[in-house]
Each structure stands twice: as structure tokens, then as C-alpha cells.
């Protein structure tokens, strides 16, 4: 999940960048558990500059002594002055008081049902911040899972190949978006509904 999550963020930046190097990029991730803590260290090792929050103080300070990470209180994490803000912990924090105050350009993060109602998928694009829809860019964890055999097998090399694909699936989603002017939760929506029709057939 973290490593999708990690290039899902990739993604995000090349599309509004045209590179996807992070050197330098600021990253606020809420939430530190399993996923958040492994996506410090993908984004670290990338260049990116971090900020982070959470309950655990145990997990705050890994995030400052490995991966050289600022610390905030639970309530500034969305005031940060970043490139990128990464939930990764409870759903629903972007809602009408939070999308208001956010100074990322992006949203990519980990964490399920970010969005608190649907309609801000719009509100994120009438402001210029480009979502990473949740369930596209977390999908790591439940297409690794699809790579475990009933037998005890399990085949990492084709399971992170696939994985890597969240980048160029978010992609396209993004360039569908635009060219649409849609929101991009409504676009992979609609491509998601295209390729379960497929499958039906």
C-alpha cells in the first residue's frame, strides 16, 4: 500500500510538474501507522521534505530520527505550507472546514473514504488541488493480497509489477480529468464502472 501510495504521489507531481522527481517536495502525511511510517521512508529516500502528525508519540519520533520529519499537532497538519497533503489515517478529513485551509496543491494519501461527502471532489477541484482518488491510489495492499495463492505461493515479482501500475492508472485518470474538466473522483469512478461492465461480459 505505501509503496502505490508513494507512486500514486509520483504521479500526482509529474502531472502537475511535468517531472516526477520529489527532491524537495513538501509532503504532510497524517498518520503514521504501518503504511504512513513506510511511505515516510519511500518519500524520504526520494528527496521529499516531511511533515507529519499523529497520536502515536513513538511513531512521531521514527518519523524525526529516521526520516528527519517535522512534527505538528493533529489540527495544524492541514495549515502546512507543503506541495502535498497525505492522509493516511482516518477517512473523512476533507470536508468543508479542511479543503478551505489546505495549501497543497495535491491530495495523496493512503487512508479509505477521504472524501467526507462527494461533492468535495469539487470543491478540491475548484480550488486547484488535484485529488488522488482514494481507492485508486491505495490499491497496493488488495492487489498484493490478490498475488497469494490458496497453496502458501505467493509471487512478489508480479505483484509489485502490477502494483507499479497505480502510477500510470493514476495518469490517466488525471489526463481524463483534465481533458474533461471533470473532478477525478467522478472520472475514476466512471472508469471503474467501464471496466466492471467489461468484466460482466
Not at 126 to 143: H, S, T
Amino acid at each position: 500500500t505505501a509503496l502505490g501510495t508513494f507512486l500514486g504521489i509520483k504521479a500526482a507531481v509529474n502531472h502537475q510538474r511535468n517531472t516526477d522527481d520529489l527532491t524537495g517536495i513538501r509532503v504532510a502525511i497524517q498518520g503514521l501507522g504501518s503504511v504512513g511510517l513506510y511511505l515516510c521512508e519511500h518519500l524520504y529516500n526520494a528527496g521529499a521534505k516531511l511533515v507529519v502528525t499523529d497520536l502515536n508519540q513513538e511513531a512521531l519520533t521514527i518519523a524525526a530520527d529516521k526520516y528527519q520529519a517535522d512534527i505538528v499537532g493533529l489540527d495544524e497538519i492541514y495549515h502546512q505550507d507543503v506541495d502535498v497533503y497525505s492522509p493516511c489515517a482516518l477517512g473523512a478529513t476533507l470536508n468543508d472546514d479542511t479543503i478551505k485551509v489546505l495549501k497543497a496543491t495535491i491530495v495523496a494519501g493512503c487512508a479509505n473514504n477521504q472524501l467526507a461527502k462527494p461533492k468535495h471532489d469539487l470543491a478540491l477541484k475548484e480550488r486547484g488541488i488535484l485529488y488522488a482518488p482514494d481507492y485508486v491510489i491505495n490499491a497496493g495492499g488488495i492487489i498484493n493480497i490478490s498475488f497469494e495463492n490458496l497453496d502458501g505461493g505467493y509471487d512478489k515479482v508480479a505483484a509489485t509489477a502490477k502494483v507499479e501500475r497505480i502510477y500510470d492508472t493514476l495518469m490517466n485518470v488525471f489526463d481524463t480529468a483534465k481533458q474533461l474538466n471533470k473532478p477525478t473522483g467522478i472520472v475514476a469512478d466512471d472508469i471503474a464502472r467501464e471496466i466492471i461492465a467489461k468484466g460482466k461480459k
